[in-house]
């Protein structure tokens, strides 16, 4: 059940506020992308330009693009989701406004299992703590019913939290629900993609689909950017680069000609605003990698 991803996906930092090299900027962005049609608007330019894919965080906004693309099949008839999750802040926001626990009852549903443990004071069974890994992929799942989900992948931010606490049967469980529950291969985003495939091959899964920051100077490649390059050449991962330009640090030219180099590159994930640097990608990737598809 292995699914050709496309050569070029279309991430969504751009629309959130979030740029690694300038909080002007970032902050810009997030006012001029508050209204959901002007992030349609953009979507719009790289559909239309041959770029199905959009990889997106499982924010509020989002669920309201997902509305507009299932009310509308004649015009995205090949538009592809992957939902990337948990979104962190919304949950990190719920903490803020419940509390731990109140954030923990606020996503699960009315007299599950959670709250009966809840109420009753009791340790969770690990077979637990698994129903309910279940059931927050599920509830993040839910505004993509009916929608093409390909491919499942779990948030950096979460993946390298269990990594660094030593949970890497929680990608286990992430992996098997997103098969099992959605017939989607799961992806896993990190910060340290050595570490990362380590753990998973520990875990049993082989050849996993891992996204992580791939470039020339590499920028923000946690664990040595040799280790990224030796995995890829002994075939053991399905790479999918972010942060090929390096936020900016390398001229878009020579940063896709040379990640376009890499064995076993599956994709490149980018965040543009503009069409002109969508096009510009877009003719990049086709020149040195075929086309984005």
């Known amino acids: 059940m292995e699914h050709q991803m496309d050569k070029l ?88 406004d419940f509390g731990m626990m109140g954030a923990v009852q606020h996503f699960m549903p009315e007299g599950g299992m959670l709250q009966t443990a809840l109420r009753g004071g009791a340790a969770l069974a690990t077979k637990d703590v698994d129903g309910i890994a279940k059931i927050l992929i599920d509830a993040e799942m839910k505004m993509f019913k009916g929608l093409n989900t390909p491919v499942v992948f779990m948030q950096n931010v979460f993946t390298d939290l269990l990594l ?18 959605y017939n989607a291969e799961p992806g896993f985003i990190t910060m340290n993609m050595p570490l990362c495939l380590e753990v998973l091959e520990r875990e049993g899964i082989e050849n996993p689909i891992i996204c992580s920051n791939i470039n020339k100077i590499g920028f923000r490649m946690c664990g040595g950017a040799e280790a990224y390059k030796a995995a890829m050449e002994a075939g053991r991962v399905r790479a999918v680069a972010m942060s090929v330009y390096a936020s900016g640090a390398i001229p878009p030219a020579e ?39």
């Open 9 to 96: 996906l279309f991430g969504d930092n751009q629309f959130f506020g979030i740029n690694h090299m300038s909080e002007e900027k970032a902050r810009a962005q997030a006012m001029r992308f508050q209204d959901s049609s002007a992030i349609m608007d953009v979507l719009d330019v790289a559909y239309d330009a041959g770029i199905r894919t959009f990889m997106c965080t499982t924010h509020d906004r989002i669920a309201e693009i997902a509305d507009i693309v299932r009310n509308n099949p004649d015009r995205y008839p090949d538009f592809l989701f992957y939902p990337c999750m948990p979104y962190a802040h919304k949950y990190a926001n719920a903490v803020t």
């Open 164 to 181: 660094g606490l030593g949970f890497g049967r929680a990608l286990r469980v992430f992996h098997d629900h997103v098969r099992e529950t």
């Open 255 to 293: 940063a896709i000609e040379w990640v376009s180099e890499l064995p076993n590159l599956e994709s490149i994930v980018f965040g543009a605003s503009s069409r002109a640097n969508i096009h510009s990608t877009r003719d990049l990737v086709a020149q040195h990698m075929g086309s984005a598809q």
